[in-house]
Each structure stands twice: as structure tokens, then as C-alpha cells.
């Protein structure tokens, strides 16, 4: 049954190289494309269901990981992957992880819901003052918001290395 843990091992790679790929494939090719095919409103609109449909990706992408590092443990704790179940995930894996998930729900469920928020409010004021100090708080938080992915996506390339790494040893 080491099969099992070798699966485990591969979707969770698999998954860290969408939660990778996806964002890489965003601020290269996407962002760029619509902003230079597109006004500001309409490219803002549409970044903001693409970023929408990157943070799916990367919530299934944690449960898929989870249950990988789930299974290895598993496996080892029965006795099906011929290691003890501390060799299977390291607490490097573990809190690299952690703060993955902290900052991807933090984006998610929280500031992404406020900065689109703001973006309207920026899009639909009439007065240039007010549309002014709108724009001047959505940029604040998409600044974060753009701080905040490109943490999570050296926290998602060095916990690939991590893994690939411990693999194959």
C-alpha cells in the first residue's frame, strides 16, 4: 500500500502546481492582456472574477493537499506506508501550510470582499473628489492584496520544494 502514500504525494503536488500555476499564469499573461485590451472599469470587473475563480482553485486545492497529508498520516499510523507517521509530514510542511491557508482565507473570505466592494463604490461615483478617495482605498487594499499573493505564492513554491525534496530522499 505504499501506492497510497506515492497518490497522496502527487495529488498534493499536483495541487500546489495549480495553487503555483494559476496565479504565475495570472500576473503574466492575464493581467497584462486585459489592461491592454481594455479600459479600467472593464479590466478591474474582470480581474476581480478572475482572482474570484484563483481563490476557488486554491480552496480546493487546500482541501486536496490537506487530504493527501491526511492520508500519508493515516497510512503510516495502520502501517500500510513502511514509515512512522512523524516521517510522513514534517512541521515544516505543517506550518508552511498554516500560514498558506491563513493568508489565502484571509484574501478570500475576507479583504477580497472588501476591496471589490470598494472598487464600485470607485466605479460608480459620480463627484471626482468622492471617486478619488475611493480609488486612493481600493488601492491601499489591492496593494495588500497583491503583497498578500505573492507571499502565499513563495510560501506555495518553497512548500513544493519541501515536498519534492523530503520525496524524493
Known sequence: MKTLVLVAYCLEILALSVWIGALVGI??????????TTGMEVGGRLLTRAFQ??????????VVIVVGMLTRVVASK??????RWREQVTRTEILLLTA??????????SLNPQIVSL?????????????????????????????????????AITTLCVKVRKWVR
Open 53 to 62: 475563480g484563483y481563490d476557488r482553485l486554491v480552496l480546493i486545492s487546500v
Open 27 to 36: 500576473i503574466a499573461a492575464v493581467i497584462p492582456a486585459v489592461f491592454n
Open 119 to 155: 472598487q464600485e463604490r470607485a466605479f460608480m461615483a459620480k463627484d471626482q473628489a468622492l471617486r478619488q478617495i475611493a480609488y486612493r482605498d481600493f488601492f491601499f487594499g489591492h496593494d495588500l492584496a497583491r503583497v498578500l499573493y505573492l507571499i502565499n505564492l513563495g510560501l
Open 100 to 109: 498558506m491557508v491563513v493568508i489565502a482565507g484571509y484574501l478570500t473570505f
Open 78 to 83: 495502520i502501517g500500510l506506508s513502511g514509515s
